[in-house]
């Protein structure tokens, strides 16, 4: 098996990526079970209630999207926007089987495949030209949707970065590849929200100097954006103006972090109920990294409070971890201090909690340890 440094290197060296973002995922294993949901509005998420929800809306159709139905929006404002679509409770399990389903597919056109989230991978190919990656980039479309009836939208570029934001602008349904000599063009009327890891408050960091668009930053003195952003900012004046950009051991890996949450009906004031919520999530968090082959090397724990303010927890690992328990182990540790500190005097109640996994790397070979057969104490998780 190669090792990190050898898995990077052969990425750098690649050709091309065809990233693969599967279209409303949820919503649309749902409509293959059940096929009289297609064509419908659609939403997949905890059913609106007669009395006040903290639930959010986890999957639209596009029928629903029309209406204003948008991802981690409260059901009951969804349900006011499209008062005629279906609920369809979420089902995870299920999830989780089909996107093994789509990462069988996935291999079989490339020996790498880049597992980003449930929905979304990337391939890479070492090897061929434009047209052989846009032929890559059909088979994989037409096979998702014949076997498997799940549509699902592609970009294809030389950079990961560029084909992700490529992937973005086909949805739904579409496949957009971006030659060398066009990305610059291609970029720079885009939003410079487009660019991955650009959230809400660097997009209002950029505009404040006055970059609006991706093109915007072309003409940006990387040193002037390294000082307000450090060294993501060289990398968005990179991408901006279509310079190559050296592939690093994260992009390499995929994602470098990984995260859950759960929002409780009622604001939660007992430390038990706390705690058996943090062992189930992170028996569900450690559980999908381990089927990804992925290891960890720092864990986090987070709270919003009944009053909306947020506090939370990282720690380093002494050795990278792999498996659900010593996750449980180290989040509950975490989850104990935040409310042992942050609580105390105070007596707030905790309305959301997450556990979050960070420092991911790649698997060489499986540890041995008595810990991934020992059953966490407090109960089976929750949510299952």
Known sequence: ???????????????????????????????????????????????????????????????????????????????RLCPDARWVPPDFPK??????????????????????????????????????????????????????QLPASLGVARSRVVAKIATDRAKPGGIVVVLPEAVASFLAPLPVRAVPGVGPKTEALLHRHGFDRIGD????????????????????????????????????LGPRSRSTDHTFAVDVDRWEEIEETVRALAHDLGTALDREDLRYGAVGVGFRWADFSRTQRLRTLPAAGEGWAPLAERAVRLAHELWETERAGAGRAVRTVSVRAERLSARSQRQVSLDRFAPASGGSPPFK
Do not use: N
């Not at 090792?3 to 409303?24: F, N, P, Q």
């Not at 880049?114 to 479309?141: C, H, K, M, N, T």
């Open 217 to 252: 930053l072309a003409t940006a003195r990387s040193s002037d954006l390294v000082r307000t952003l450090g060294g993501f900012g060289r990398e968005l004046v990179a991408i901006a103006r279509g310079d190559p950009i050296e592939t690093t051991e994260s992009e390499a």
């Open 1 to 79: 098996m190669r090792t990190l440094d050898e898995e990077s290197k052969s990425v750098a060296r690649s050709s091309w990526i065809v990233y693969v973002d599967l279209d409303a995922f949820y919503v649309a294993c749902e409509i293959r079970e059940r096929p009289e949901l297609a064509g419908r509005p659609v939403i997949v998420g905890p059913p609106p209630t007669t009395g006040p929800s903290r639930g959010v809306v986890l999957s639209a159709s596009y029928e629903a999207r029309r209406s204003g139905v948008r991802s981690a929006q409260p059901v009951g404002l969804a349900a």
């Open 95 to 148: 999830y989780e089987r089909a996107s093994a389903e789509v990462r069988s597919v996935l291999r079989r056109h490339a020996s790498q495949v880049l597992p980003y989230s449930i929905d979304e991978a990337a391939l890479v190919l070492e090897r061929g030209d434009a047209e052989g990656a846009r032929a890559v980039a059909q088979a994989v479309q037409r096979e998702l949707k014949e076997e498997l």
